[in-house]
């Protein structure tokens, strides 16, 4: 099995920063994709940054300049650094990670969700 925990969420004001982090465990072979969504209260879930095994990285327009995703290899973790906080930024940000297992299963799994609120 696969399993993801999520970390780092919680209140900073405006203009503030966070990191997010995204523990993954269990038999990974390979990740294909790494990709960190937000719902916002009242709104679907919207890609937020998504980085694939390729190099190529991708980011929703609204975060662009300042959200940076990455990956920690020596702790297995996908971070999402996040600068420039606006109110808008409020949302439940979700990790979901895809790729293959040890045994040849493709996984794609998903965290718990973790609150991020920003005030104004």
């Known amino acids: 099995q696969v399993q993801l925990v999520e970390s780092g969420g919680g209140l900073v004001q405006a203009g503030g920063s966070l990191i997010l982090s995204c523990a993954h465990s269990g038999i990974i072979r390979c990740i294909s994709s790494r990709v960190w969504y937000s719902r916002a209260p009242g709104k679907q879930r919207e890609l937020v940054a998504r980085?694939?095994?390729?190099?190529?990285?991708i980011y929703a327009d609204s975060v662009k300049a300042r959200f940076t995703i990455s990956r920690d290899v020596t702790k297995s973790t996908v971070d999402l650094q996040m600068n420039s906080l606006k109110p808008e930024d409020t949302a439940v940000y979700y990790c979901?990670?895809?790729?293959?297992?040890?045994?040849?299963?493709?996984?794609?799994?998903w965290g718990q969700g973790t609150q991020v609120t920003v005030s104004s």
């Open positions: 980085s694939l095994s390729n190099g190529t990285i």
């Open positions: 979901n990670v895809q790729g293959r297992r040890r045994d040849w299963v493709d996984f794609d799994r």
